[in-house]
């Protein structure tokens, strides 16, 4: 039992990598199942186009935003601290982006693919999509995050060795914070202005209806995943 154990630790490194390869594969069939199945009638499909509008919408807004401060703490990190940190600063706010943008953006399809299933293959079916299009944040968040960390120590250790491989480390989790953080009060200020808006709409006559509805729609989906995402990505790269 000693020497699995023993066998096992000196071999993590390699056994994540396998095991983070299988988990995007997974996640890639799970994608193109969920993108596979039918989207409804034409009302739907206008419905649904219409919440990944809002969804695109903010998902970009927000990309755009955290790249900006991102590239700033890079390069501060590169200048005052070390280069091996800063460099894994952006491994860890690139994969967890991926991971939060691609697992939303599937959600927010499957949504019509399970009211579709629900309306003609009964509640298990609608339960398999819904479960398919959830189950490839989480498989991003964990695959991107066991690749990240195994694939960043790799290289740092055959480069600057074992010691700051370990220190840089704390690198790769404060970009995953970054995101943590942005995620978290974007999606709430985002959402309560939408849940706002859509309110004002009711009394104001010039306001047009549509948009603030389909942004209230959109966000409080997009601002509900978000946070859960993050959280759990932050944890895995924290408790490496």
Same mark, same amino acid.
């Given at each position: 039992?000693?020497?699995?154990?023993?066998?096992? &630790?000196?071999?993590?490194?390699?056994?994540?990598?396998?095991?983070?390869?299988?988990?995007?594969?997974?996640?890639?069939?799970?994608?193109?199942?969920?993108?596979?199945?039918?989207?409804?009638?034409?009302?739907?499909?206008?419905?649904?186009?219409?919440?990944?509008?809002?969804?695109?919408?903010?998902?970009?807004?927000?990309?755009?935003?955290?790249?900006?401060?991102?590239?700033?703490?890079?390069?501060?990190?590169?200048?005052?601290?070390?280069?091996?940190?800063?460099?894994?600063?952006?491994?860890?706010?690139?994969?967890?982006?991926?991971?939060?943008?691609?697992?939303?953006?599937?959600?927010?399809?499957?949504?019509?693919?399970?009211?579709?299933?629900?309306?003609?293959?009964?509640?298990?079916?609608?339960?398999?999509?819904?479960?398919?299009?959830?189950?490839?944040?989480?498989?991003?968040?964990?695959?991107?995050? &066991?690749?990240?960390?195994?694939?960043?120590?790799?290289?740092?250790?055959?480069?600057?060795?074992?010691?700051?491989?370990?220190?840089?480390?704390?690198? &790769?989790?404060?970009?995953?914070?970054?995101?943590?953080?942005?995620?978290?009060?974007?999606?709430?200020?985002?959402?309560?202005?939408?849940?706002?808006?859509?309110?004002?709409?009711?009394?104001?006559?010039? +306001?047009?209806?549509? +948009?603030?509805?389909? &942004?209230?729609?959109?966000?409080?989906? +997009?601002?509900?995943?978000?946070?859960?995402?993050?959280?759990?990505?932050?944890?895995? +790269?924290?408790?490496?």
């Amino acid at each position: 039992m000693g020497f699995l154990a023993l066998n096992l &630790l000196d071999s993590g490194v390699p056994l994540s990598m396998v095991c983070a390869a299988i988990g995007l594969v997974f996640a890639l069939v799970l994608i193109a199942v969920v993108i596979r199945a039918s989207a409804g009638n034409e009302r739907m499909r206008q419905i649904s186009a219409a919440v990944q509008e809002g969804a695109k919408a903010y998902l970009n807004r927000q990309v755009i935003t955290i790249s900006v401060i991102a590239i700033i703490i890079f390069v501060l990190l590169f200048i005052f601290k070390d280069h091996p940190t800063a460099i894994g600063f952006l491994v860890g706010a690139f994969c967890s982006l991926s991971a939060g943008f691609i697992g939303m953006r599937v959600a927010v399809i499957a949504n019509v693919r399970t009211t579709q299933a629900a309306a003609t293959a009964g509640r298990t079916s609608a339960l398999r999509m819904a479960f398919n299009g959830g189950a490839v944040t989480g498989l991003l968040v964990v695959g991107l995050a &066991l690749l990240a960390v195994s694939i960043f120590y790799t290289v740092a250790n055959k480069i600057v060795g074992h010691d700051m491989a370990i220190r840089s480390l704390v690198g &790769l989790a404060l970009g995953a914070s970054l995101i943590s953080v942005f995620a978290r009060l974007g999606g709430g200020i985002y959402t309560k202005a939408a849940d706002w808006s859509a309110k004002s709409s009711k009394v104001s006559k010039k +306001t047009i209806r549509a +948009t603030p509805r389909r &942004l209230q729609t959109t966000l409080v989906i +997009t601002s509900a995943i978000a946070p859960a995402w993050q959280r759990t990505f932050l944890k895995l +790269t924290r408790s490496v």
